[in-house]
């Protein structure tokens, strides 16, 4: 199976701020990479598919990069509603499988 | 809009089963691959199952095989898991999830609220 590592596990933002999450598969996965958000008690959202195709509705903000092992999520301008649990999942390889998970909170 | 909405969950013993169910709406739903993906409390997303358009292939994650059955109904708009041989680690919440093609593409754009399994004696 494609483990898939996020970092950091957990960062400190302020609203405003530009937030950067980092996935990296352990193979090859060209660029079949999605992004999901999930607020406490929620279920998970898709933001992003094919490492940087915004899903329909997700605001700007959102923005994806990245192809083969290296990718990353970044959110422009950090506000209130942004801070969640961000899980990236490679979709490449059988069987699906996602990163661990990064929180970002308030500082 | 697309809805999805879980039921079935609950408290089982070990060695238990439990039928959930995953009423969709807002889609064709015989169109599209469906899902399921578990969470289990305080940790990370785990793809479970997941079966094509027509029901006619399917596929499990190796922790569940053999004891976790996938199946739909078409003309119900509704997605299944049947699990048998339940253990204390499939305790967590399972997540029904809309698939963007009829064949598996394991990409989930739509998700339901979730339902909560506990096993426990």
């Known amino acids: 199976d494609i483990q898939m590592t996020q970092s950091p596990s957990s960062l400190s933002a302020s609203v405003g701020d530009r937030v950067t999450i980092t996935c990296r598969a352990s193979?090859?996965?060209?660029?079949?990479l999605a992004w999901f958000q999930q607020k406490p008690g929620k279920a998970p959202k898709s933001l992003i598919y094919?490492?940087?195709s915004l899903q329909s509705g997700v605001p700007s903000k959102f923005s994806g990069s990245g192809s083969g092992t290296d990718f990353t999520l970044t959110i422009s301008s950090l506000q209130p509603e942004d801070f969640a649990t961000y899980y990236c999942?490679?979709?490449?390889?059988?069987?699906?499988?996602f990163g661990q998970g990064t929180k970002v909170e308030i500082k | 809009e697309v809805q999805l909405l879980e039921s079935g969950g609950g408290l089982v013993q070990p060695g238990g089963s439990l039928r959930l169910s995953c009423a969709a709406s807002?889609?064709?739903?015989?169109?599209?691959?469906m899902s399921w993906v578990r969470q289990a409390p305080g940790k990370g997303l785990e793809w479970v199952s997941t079966?094509?358009?027509?029901?006619?292939?399917?596929y499990s994650a190796d922790s569940v095989k053999g004891r976790f059955t996938i199946s739909r109904d078409n003309s119900k708009n509704t997605l299944y898991l049947q699990m048998n041989i339940l253990r204390a680690e499939d305790t967590a919440i399972y997540y029904c999830?809309?698939?963007?093609?009829?064949?598996?593409?394991?990409?989930?754009?739509?998700w339901g609220q979730g339902t909560l399994v506990t096993v426990s004696s």
């Open positions: 193979q090859d996965i060209s660029n079949y």
């Open positions: 094919a490492a940087s």
């Open positions: 079966i094509s358009g027509s029901g006619g292939r399917t």
């Open positions: 999942q490679q979709y490449n390889s059988y069987p699906p499988t």
């Open positions: 807002g889609f064709i739903f015989s169109s599209y691959a």
């Open positions: 999830a809309k698939d963007r093609q009829w064949l598996p593409e394991f990409f989930f754009d739509y």
